[in-house]
């Protein structure tokens, strides 16, 4: 049975730089298995399995925990690695995991077929799920992978300014990180819930200089466009979708229009339209393969979201306004909620988690956020504000 080591929630928003209380948890001692981390580029001809690709969240969760790391300095001043797990149906936290941490950067985590995976600097723990010794995994070089899918996590390293984009994709099971064959001059990459991500990329009569030289890099991209591809990371084989003058469509009215890509649901991609000034905006559909253009009706058609919910690598919410005024639109059954008593401090939703539910801020009036909180996801869309709070579970007595 699980010890639990106390911890403080921060109250930043969104943020959970946890400071450890007095305990009587012992660090565990991670094992090192055999390194089989040392990159390979992919052979030509040969494919590996991709499955459902989504951006890994800072709140991984599978259908009964959340799991976070967190980092401390201990009284001797050692940085620390803690992976906190968190209970969804009496919101009880507990320490899964705690250790010297390699790194001082950020650490991915990411459940796997009953362990937890955590990436820090160059090398992969994991951590059973019912708690115990960690297994290591050298790396080989450092890796912080944004994407997953059931087989592997995928690192890219990409910038419009400099140039030379790559990728790596970290193998689960083994390890073994392998080259990946990445496009050039790209401006974002899109998770979307199937076997290839959405990019979208400069397309250029030359390639572009360093940002520095504005005059012919402003000149190229004026005279180019913002092209959005479908990309095979098993492959590099790119589909285009749909492409446009790069600063937008020019309008009557002398405003540009640009596009913004902003998930796959069901069998239709989403993005957001503005105008350059701000003066206008809303959301639009499209088939899979670029066809068939939709304007989204209602509030949607004049409006776009500020934020996007995904559960499952899917587009789920749309959620726009501001606290008063707040909406949310639930892709999944064509829906608009209008949710005026949400704040920032009391029920502003952080993560889609579980099976079906939301995690909510909890905190004070003023703005300060004390804590988060759990509620079932219809629930939540039907105006309820009675949310089980996430709570450090009581230590257990002293052998």
Same mark, same amino acid.
């Given at each position: ?34 390194? =089989? ?39 001797? *001043? ?16 507990? %320490? ?15 459940? $796997? ?19 115990? =010794? ?20 995928y690192d890219f390293e990409y910038d419009m300014n400099a ?5 790596? !994709?970290?193998? +689960? ?19 979307? *819930? ?26 190229? +991209?004026q005279s180019g466009e913002r092209e959005f591809d479908w ?26 229009? !640009? ?28 088939? +899979?393969?670029? %066809?068939? $253009?939709?304007?989204?009706?209602? !509030? +949607? ?5 500020? $934020? ?18 707040? $909406? ?5 059954? *064509? ?27 909890? *905190? ?36």
């Amino acid at each position: 049975m699980k010890k639990s080591l106390l911890v403080l929630l921060a109250l930043g928003l969104g943020l959970s730089a946890c400071t450890p209380a007095e305990s009587s948890a012992a660090a565990s001692e991670p094992v090192t298995v055999e390194a =089989t981390g040392e990159s390979a580029p992919a052979e030509e001809g040969t494919a590996f399995p991709v499955g459902h690709l989504r951006m890994i969240q800072y709140y991984e969760s599978t259908a009964d925990e959340i799991y976070n790391p967190v980092h401390f300095w201990n009284d001797a *001043g050692e940085l620390q690695l803690q992976l906190l797990e968190i209970n969804l149906t009496d919101g009880q936290r507990t %320490s899964l995991y705690f250790g010297a941490c390699p790194c001082q950067g950020g650490v991915q985590v990411l459940p $796997w077929q009953g362990q937890i995976c955590l990436f820090a600097g160059d090398t992969l723990y994991k951590v059973p799920q019912e708690g115990g =010794t960690a297994q290591t995994i050298p790396l080989g070089s450092e890796q912080s992978p944004e994407y997953a899918d059931e087989y592997a996590a995928y690192d890219f390293e990409y910038d419009m300014n400099a140039g030379g984009n790559s990728g790596t !994709r970290i193998d +689960l099971e083994t390890g073994q990180v392998t080259d990946l064959e990445l496009p050039g001059q790209i401006g974002e990459i899109y998770p979307t *819930g199937s076997s290839r991500f959405m990019v979208a990329r400069a397309i250029t009569e030359a390639p572009l200089p360093s940002s520095e030289d504005w005059d012919m890099y402003d000149a190229l +991209l004026q005279s180019g466009e913002r092209e959005f591809d479908w990309y095979d990371p098993a492959t590099g084989a790119l589909e285009k979708v749909m492409a446009e003058p790069y600063y937008g469509v020019e309008q009557p009215d002398g405003m540009r229009r !640009r596009h913004d890509f902003l998930g796959m649901a069901g069998d239709r991609l989403y993005f957001s339209w503005y105008k350059e000034n701000g003066s206008a905006g809303g959301v639009e559909s499209c088939a +899979l393969d670029g %066809s068939d $253009w939709q304007p989204m009706q209602g !509030r +949607l058609e004049k409006e776009r979201p500020a $934020w996007v919910f995904n559960q499952g690598g899917t587009l789920r919410w749309l959620m726009g306004g501001e606290p008063g005024d707040l $909406w949310i639109y639930d892709l999944s059954d *064509g829906q608009m909620y209008e949710l005026p008593h949400i704040t920032v401090s009391n029920g502003w939703p952080e993560a889609l988690v579980g099976q079906n539910q939301v995690m909510v801020s909890q *905190g004070r009036e003023t703005g300060m956020v004390d804590g988060y909180a759990l509620i079932s996801l219809p629930d939540y869309l039907a105006g309820s504000t009675d949310w089980t709070p996430i709570v450090d579970a009581p230590a257990e007595p002293s052998d």
